[in-house]
C-alpha cells in the first residue's frame, strides 16, 4: 500500500503444504487469494497482489533455500529501523497500488536435515491412544473411526478436468485457482522421517489422499515430539507479524490459519499482548481439542483473548473439532458451550481468575460446496459458498471498524 493504513492478511498452513511459487507452480494460498478478491470486491474493496508477480499474496519464506539466512526472507517485509521501533518499507512493497488489503502468506523452508526420531514420535502416538477416552466416549471413538474411513474412501481420487491449475502467464493469475490442499512438491517426504527436508534432487510431487494424510501425520507428530522443529517455527511466524504489525501502512492484522497452521498460530498469538495490531484470528480444520486434550497443550489462550476468534469445522473432517465447548466435550455431543462456563480455551483475568475465550464456531460443509483431490472435507479455502464470504467480512469489518465481527 501506498499510502494510507490498512489491514493486511497473514496466512499460515501446515508445514507440509506450504507450497512456495516456483517454475510456474502456483503457490499454496494463490487460490485463496483468487477467491478472497473476488469476495472483497463484491463488497467494494479492493485486495493488493503480490506487485513482483501480479497476482496472488507476498509469500514470505523462513530462509533462503539452502541456506540458513533467515533475513533473506524476512526482509521481504520492510528491515527494522535502527532504533528497532518501525520497520522501514521502501523496498518491501505489498501491493503495487493503494488497495487497503493486502495479504501475505508465510513458508516455512525444513532446513535443520533432522533424521529419524521414531521412539519419540511412536511414544507421541501412544500417548494420544491412552488419552483417547479423554476426547471421545467409546460410542463416540467407533463412530469418530467410521466417520474418518468413510471420509478416506469417499472424498479422495484425482482432480476434475476444471481443478486442475492452468500455469499462468506473467502478471496473470490462473483461470481456474489452484487447490491449497495438496503437499509440498519442493520437500521429500521420505518415510520414516517425522518431518518434511528439502529435496535434494528432482521435486516430488504429492498426489491425492495418501499423500494428505502422510503430511498431516509428519506435521502433527513433528509439531509434538520434535521441539528443535516447533520453536524455529514458532520464531519465524512470531518474526513475520512482529514485522507486518511495524509497517506504517498496516494499522491491522487478520491471521488466517488452516489445519496444523492453526496450531502454530495458537501458540504465537497467545504470547501476544492484547494491545497488538492483530485484531481477528480465522482458523479453518483446526486440530487445536486434539492437542489440548491428547496432547496436554495446555488451554491458555492469554492474548487472543482480546481478538475475535471465528472458527470452521466440518463434522466430516477427521482433523478438526468445534472449539468453543467445555473440556469434557465428546464426539457426537452437541457443540454448544452454557453462558458464563469456561470452553475449551480460557486467559488469565483479574487476579489470576480464569475467564472464558469466546470462539464463534461455524459449521460447514465442504464436502458439497469445494473440490479438490485429497481429503475434500479438510478443503476449507476450496468453500467459496461459506467460509470464503465469511472470511471477507472478518476483513471488511476489521477495515471499516477496526473491532471485527464474525
Not at 511495524?246 to 494499522?251: L, M, N, Q, T
Amino acid at each position: 500500500m501506498s499510502n494510507g493504513r490498512g489491514v493486511c492478511v497473514v496466512t499460515i498452513h501446515g508445514i507440509g503444504f506450504q507450497q512456495p511459487p516456483h517454475d510456474g507452480v502456483p503457490g499454496y494460498a494463490d487460490g485463496l487469494h483468487a477467491h478472497l478478491a473476488r469476495v472483497l470486491r463484491d463488497k467494494g474493496v479492493r485486495l493488493g497482489s503480490d506487485p513482483s508477480r501480479g497476482h496472488g499474496p507476498v509469500y514470505v519464506r523462513s530462509a533462503k533455500p539452502g541456506t540458513r539466512d533467515t533475513e533473506w526472507g524476512l526482509s521481504r517485509l520492510g528491515t527494522w529501523n535502527a532504533d528497532g521501533t518501525a520497520v522501514g518499507i521502501a523496498e518491501a512493497p505489498l501491493t503495487a497500488g493503494d488497495e487497503p488489503v493486502t495479504h501475505v502468506a508465510v513458508v516455512y523452508n525444513p532446513l535443520e536435515g533432522v533424521g529419524p526420531r521414531l521412539l519419540s514420535g511412536g511414544a507421541t502416538l501412544a500417548e494420544a491412544g491412552l488419552r483417547l477416552g479423554h476426547y471421545a466416549s467409546v460410542t463416540g471413538a467407533i463412530r469418530l473411526a467410521i466417520s474418518d474411513t468413510w471420509t478416506a474412501l469417499h472424498q479422495g481420487g484425482a482432480p476434475l478436468p476444471h481443478e486442475t491449475p492452468a500455469v499462468p502467464r506473467q502478471g496473470q493469475a490462473p483461470d481456474v485457482p489452484p487447490p491449497s490442499l495438496r503437499p509440498r512438491d519442493d520437500v521429500a517426504h521420505g518415510r520414516p522421517l517425522l518431518k518434511p527436508r528439502e529435496a535434494s534432487g528432482r521435486p516430488r510431487r504429492g498426489a491425492g489422499l495418501p499423500g494428505v494424510i502422510r503430511t498431516l501425520e509428519d506435521d502433527v507428530v513433528a509439531y509434538v515430539a520434535r521441539n528443535d522443529l516447533r520453536e524455529p517455527v514458532r520464531r519465524f511466524v512470531a518474526e513475520v507479524l512482529r514485522r507486518v504489525a511495524a509497517r506504517p501502512d498496516v494499522e491491522h492484522v487478520v491471521v488466517n490459519a488452516h489445519s496444523q497452521g492453526t496450531v502454530v498460530a495458537f501458540d504465537v498469538l497467545r504470547d501476544y499482548p492484547a494491545e497488538s495490531r492483530v485484531r481477528a484470528l480465522v482458523t479453518a480444520g483446526s486440530p487445536l481439542r486434539k492437542y489440548v486434550d491428547l496432547f496436554s497443550w495446555g488451554g491458555d489462550a492469554g492474548g487472543i483473548q482480546a481478538m475475535t476468534w471465528l472458527n470452521f469445522w466440518d463434522a466430516r473432517d477427521p482433523v478438526a473439532d468445534p472449539l468453543d465447548p467445555p473440556p469434557d466435550w465428546h464426539f457426537g455431543d452437541a457443540p454448544v458451550r452454557a453462558p458464563g462456563r469456561l470452553g475449551l480455551l480460557w486467559a488469565a483475568g483479574d487476579a489470576g481468575a480464569q475467564a472464558p475465550v469466546t470462539i464463534r464456531d461455524r459449521k460447514v460443509d465442504n464436502v458439497r460446496h469445494s473440490s479438490a483431490a485429497g481429503l475434500r472435507a479438510h478443503n476449507y479455502w476450496g468453500n467459496t459458498a461459506e467460509v470464503i464470504p465469511a472470511l471477507g467480512g472478518v476483513v471488511e469489518n476489521t477495515l471499516l471498524a477496526g473491532t471485527p465481527v464474525a
